[in-house]
C-alpha cells in the first residue's frame, strides 16, 4: 500500500468523509501531511475499496449537485491501519531544497543569501503561526464541546513535532543570518587591506 492510502485511512479512522471532505481538510493544512493532490485522493479512495478497506454509501445531494460517497473504514482497514501504525519506521531523510542551496552557500553572494535567508524565515514563521494557532483552536474546539476529543487523539504530537520543527528552522536561519554577517564583515576588511 501506499503512503497516501495510509494517510487516507487515518483521516478516515477518526470519521467517515468524502473525498471532497478529505481534500478540504488536506487543503486547510489542518493535519501536517504536506500536499496532496485533489486528483490523487480519488484514485487512492478506489484503490482502498477495491481491497475492502473502505466502503462507502451515497449521500443524495440538494439542487444540481451530484450526490456523494462517504467513505468509512472497513474492520480489515482498521486493522491494516493498525498494523501498519504498530510496525517499524525505517529512517527517512528529508528533501529540502533551500538545505542543498545552503550546502553550496560559500559560493554564493552573502547579501543575496541574507535574503534568501530571510524569505525562508518569513515563510517558516507563517508557518510556525498557522499550527500554533490551529493547535490553539483545536483545544478551544474541544473544552467549547464542539469537536469530539477522539477527533484530536494523537494531534497534539503532530503540532508539537511540527511546531518544534518550525523553531528548530527559524534558529537556524537565524544563525546563518549572523554567519552571513560576519562572512560580509570580514570580506568588507580584507578589501579594505588590499
Known amino acids: 500500500m501506499t503512503t497516501l492510502e495510509y494517510k487516507l485511512l487515518g483521516m478516515l479512522a477518526r470519521h467517515p468523509m ?11 493544512r489542518v493535519v501536517p501531511f ?12 478506489a484503490s482502498l475499496e477495491r481491497k475492502g478497506l473502505v ?15 462517504v467513505y468509512e473504514l472497513t474492520e480489515e482497514g482498521r486493522a491494516a491501519l ?3 501504525v504498530e510496525s517499524p519506521t525505517p529512517l527517512v531523510f528529508l528533501y529540502d531544497e533551500f538545505f542543498l542551496k545552503a550546502y553550496s552557500l560559500w559560493l554564493a553572494d552573502p547579501e543575496r543569501m541574507e535574503e534568501r535567508f530571510r524569505e ?10 498557522f499550527y500554533e494557532q490551529a493547535l490553539q483552536s483545536k483545544q478551544l474546539a ?15 504530537v503532530l503540532f508539537q513535532y511540527i511546531i518544534g520543527y518550525e523553531h528548530n528552522y ?13 562572512r560580509k564583515h570580514q570580506h568588507g576588511q580584507e578589501e579594505g587591506q588590499a
Open 82 to 84: 493498525r498494523q501498519w
Open 55 to 69: 466502503r462507502y454509501h451515497i449521500v443524495e445531494q440538494q439542487a444540481v449537485r451530484p450526490d456523494k460517497k
Open 34 to 45: 504536506g500536499p496532496i493532490s485533489h486528483t490523487q485522493i480519488y484514485p487512492a479512495l
Open 142 to 156: 474541544i473544552s467549547a464541546k464542539h469537536e469530539k476529543a477522539d477527533f484530536f487523539e494523537g494531534m497534539d
Open 170 to 182: 527559524l534558529a537556524w536561519c537565524q544563525s546563518m543570518l549572523e554567519y552571513l554577517e560576519q
Open 18 to 28: 468524502s473525498g471532497y471532505d478529505l481534500a478540504s481538510v488536506l487543503k486547510q
Open 120 to 129: 525562508q524565515a518569513q515563510l517558516h514563521q507563517e508557518k510556525l503561526e
